[in-house]
């Protein structure tokens, strides 16, 4: 049982003149008793908590950002009417906090619910993380009709929420499918690169390469014929995230871990649709996330629904156990995509000493993200304490090249860029490798 403020007052409002002009012992009975006795009796009108029945349906998945609605049922079973507030609690990241956050508490709900009828209300969640997100205890109170007292229970009725990773850069989807319909000879502008396979003939229209023209279709045909060639299709792309202690460095307000997911979203569109096969590994010092041989059709569900779960763990990767992963799941020749870091460190000591056994056979490209407030700080001048900063911020960058020269010198491309530059800077370097026929 739990007392309202309005029993509070009431006791008050009784107490107070008592204790003025009458201050006994039985001028407090005669307040306090007729005020127990219509709590006795609200308690005992007020709707049980025990026999409600509660039932759920709604959104189960999420993209990050986007709002999920789950709406849950209250059935009142008993001959007395609810009246309620209700608390659906939930993770406290399924919504904004800090400045973002909103008011009034999304998670509770005041509701009537007559006798042997039911009734639905809506949980509104703004998740701020991925993951899954799993429902608490409801928490109820039912109030009788003087509204003194209430009943207080919980029900558990189990819930999950999956928010998805938010597939931001899919802005750039369009632009880099453009450029490879250029390189598939489907446009106008026609991209030639080398070691891709001859597609067809077709009619030359300004603006195409003149080097492309067929001097012996044109002859046969009396009209101007240019040769159109298609980069190879069908290769295989696997997408090594390293899931390490170096992905949970944050970038601003995101994981580095979170930025690598959304360049290897694109990245896994643009390849499906130039006809490859994407792969998808997560390794730190064990498989933590794998999606394997799916169709076109199926590889963006499939990834975000890999990814949505997955966190950085605070552990030093195991380099060796990651090649040799990567290795098992690339059985032939393969573009592998290493999304991790480019510190000093992990790299020399980790990644280097097995990149031969990656590139033997493989083509390797190597991804990291930047941090934009480097460069931020090696411009500071004025003060003492911003020179200083900006020579950090030149040793960092200059050990970051450095590493990016090593990782260069065995025949790996390195892709160095911004969280927000990422992922549109891997796609071209995709496309570059596949016009250069290099995969």
């Not at 308690?43 to 025990?50: F, G, K, M, Q």
């Not at 000591?349 to 090696?378: C, K, S």
């Not at 549109?424 to 026929?437: C, I, M, Q, T």
Request: with cysteine.
């Amino acid at each position: 049982m739990a007392l309202t403020g309005r029993t509070a007052l009431l006791a008050a409002l009784g107490s107070i003149p008592v204790g003025v002009w009458a201050p006994s012992w039985a001028g407090m009975l005669a307040v306090n008793a007729p005020l127990t006795l219509a709590m006795m009796c609200d308690y005992a009108l007020a709707a049980p908590v025990r026999k409600l029945q509660f039932t759920r349906n709604g959104d189960t998945s999420v993209r990050l950002g986007d709002a999920a609605e789950v709406v849950l049922t209250v059935t009142n079973p008993s001959a007395r009417q609810l009246r309620t507030q209700l608390r659906d609690a939930w993770p406290p990241s399924s919504w904004p906090s800090g400045p973002a956050a909103t008011e009034p508490d999304p998670s509770r709900h005041t509701l009537t619910v007559p006798a042997g009828e039911r009734r639905r209300l809506t949980t509104v969640l703004r998740p701020a993380r991925r993951g899954d997100r799993h429902s608490e205890r409801i928490t109820i109170r039912s109030y009788g009709p003087l509204g003194l007292v209430s009943r207080q229970g919980s029900h558990r009725v189990p819930w999950t929420v999956r928010v998805l990773p938010p597939f931001t850069s899919r802005k750039h989807l369009p632009s880099r499918l453009a450029r490879l319909r250029e390189l598939d000879g489907r446009t106008s502008v026609l991209t030639r690169g080398e070691s891709t396979e001859f597609d067809s003939l077709r009619t030359y229209v300004p603006g195409d390469d003149t080097r492309s023209i067929d001097w012996r279709a044109t002859a046969r045909q009396n009209t101007v014929a240019v040769r159109t060639w298609r980069p190879e299709r069908d290769r295989h792309i696997l997408v090594v995230l390293d899931t390490g202690r170096t992905s949970a460095g944050r970038v601003g307000d995101t994981p580095r871990l979170d930025a690598a997911m959304d360049a290897t979203l694109l990245l896994a569109a643009l390849a499906s649709r130039a006809g490859d096969r994407v792969d998808l590994l997560a390794y730190d010092r064990r498989v933590r996330a794998q999606v394997q041989g799916r169709a076109a059709g199926e590889l963006l569900p499939s990834l975000v629904n890999a990814l949505a779960p997955l966190e950085p763990a605070l552990v030093e990767t195991d380099a060796r156990g990651l090649s040799a992963a990567a290795l098992a799941n690339a059985p032939r020749r393969s573009l592998i995509v290493l999304l991790t870091s480019l510190d000093a460190a992990p790299v020399e000591e980790g990644l280097l000493p097995v990149l031969p056994q990656l590139t033997q056979r493989n083509t390797v490209l190597v991804a990291a993200v930047a941090d934009p407030h480097i460069e931020e700080m090696a411009k500071g001048r004025g003060t003492v304490e911003a020179v200083y900063e900006a020579a950090a911020a030149s040793r960092t960058r200059e050990q970051r090249r450095r590493t990016a020269e090593q990782l260069k010198r065995h025949g790996v491309t390195v892709v160095d860029a911004t969280p927000e530059e990422l992922a549109p800077a891997l796609a071209d370097a995709y496309l570059e490798l596949k016009a250069a026929g290099r995969l």
